[in-house]
């Protein structure tokens, strides 16, 4: 009998580790054998390119919460992330809205695209701004023993999604978007709406547009994730892996520890029977619910604004049911 394939992801790489690998090779062999890596990650920070307050200070954090987080890792069944990336979705507030956890990485299967885009595996962030500075920033600053500042926000229940990546062998990318900028990005509907929408919140700073094409991919299919999981009030949502078997994972250290959960697909894949004239196939929307009858009952615990409808896919013009979850 032939066995399959097992499947294939990757998942993001640390730059903790490699910025302390990397200055760790730099030392006189007697010095570095002395210095643990906290001694190391204290020097990083004291100054230089990781230096307290800069881009890469931050995405050395958020890596140090995910591990603290039990380093959760969330693998989308392949049949999902196709319906996800045809997905659209009509989110008028951010209110209500959430990720399935606050820190985790999102692993995806190599040679992942969306719109001929390779997405590579993301460091995903949704927190307030005050445990975003008190738990994250200071807790690095904490235990690599280097002073740090106390918040001073002035909006500490405004939460901020970070999304990371690897852009080369040598950078990382970061985008940092406050929840009330993520119904208007995420409702845009090409890379040219997005740059426009980029545009009023991004300080001046551009993009390239390799780096603009992968975070509007990437917000997308984060965004899509935590709506996909409302919609589904989490019942897709379950610890280990798609398919119940361990795949193969790109970029996992031997030694490295992952809490796995997986997120299964709702709605059967629609395959079209045989071609019929003016047909076309439909994705999956999702509708965000938020009058006041849509939070009674069962519901009245919810926060308004959580609930979404998602009608699924089907070939329009042929003879179909579409699928419909409230």
């Not at 693998?75 to 008028?92: K, V, Y």
Request: net charge neutral.
């Amino acid at each position: 009998m032939r066995q399959e394939k097992k499947a294939r992801y990757s998942i993001y790489p640390s730059a903790l580790n490699k910025l302390v690998k990397q200055a760790r090779s730099k030392m006189p062999a007697a010095i570095a054998k002395r210095m643990g890596d906290q001694d190391i990650l204290k020097r990083l920070l004291d100054g230089g390119e990781a230096g307290v307050g800069s881009n890469t200070w931050m995405v050395l954090a958020e890596e140090h919460f995910w591990g603290l987080q039990e380093a959760v890792t969330l693998f989308p069944s392949h049949d999902l992330l196709g319906n996800l990336r045809t997905a659209h979705f009509r989110m008028d507030s951010s209110a209500g809205y959430e990720l399935p956890f606050e820190s985790f990485i999102l692993a995806l299967p190599l040679g992942f695209e969306i719109g001929g885009v390779a997405l590579p595996s993301l460091l995903v962030t949704w927190l307030t701004d005050q445990v975003r500075h008190e738990h994250v920033y200071a807790e690095l600053c904490r235990y690599a023993g280097c002073g740090s500042r106390a918040y001073s926000g002035q909006k500490p229940e405004e939460r901020w999604l970070s999304i990371t990546y690897r852009a080369d062998e040598s950078s990382y990318s970061r985008t940092l978007l406050c929840e009330h900028d993520l119904p208007s990005l995420l409702s845009s509907r090409s890379l040219d709406d997005f740059k426009r929408e980029v545009g009023k919140y991004s300080g001046g700073i551009s993009l390239s547009d390799t780096e603009a094409a992968i975070q509007y991919q990437a917000l997308k299919l984060v965004g899509a994730i935590g709506v996909y999981n409302l919609a589904t009030d989490g019942d897709k949502l379950a610890p280990g892996f798609p398919e119940g078997s361990t795949p193969k994972i790109e970029g996992k250290g031997a030694d490295q520890r992952l809490t796995s959960y997986h997120l299964q697909n709702a709605i059967p894949v629609v395959v079209a029977d045989r071609e019929v004239a003016d047909s076309y196939y439909r994705g999956w929307f999702f509708r965000q619910l938020r009058a006041a009858r849509y939070y009674k009952g069962e519901y009245s615990r919810r926060a308004v604004g959580s609930r979404y409808t998602l009608v699924g896919p089907a070939v329009v013009g042929q003879r179909s049911t579409p699928h419909v979850l409230e």
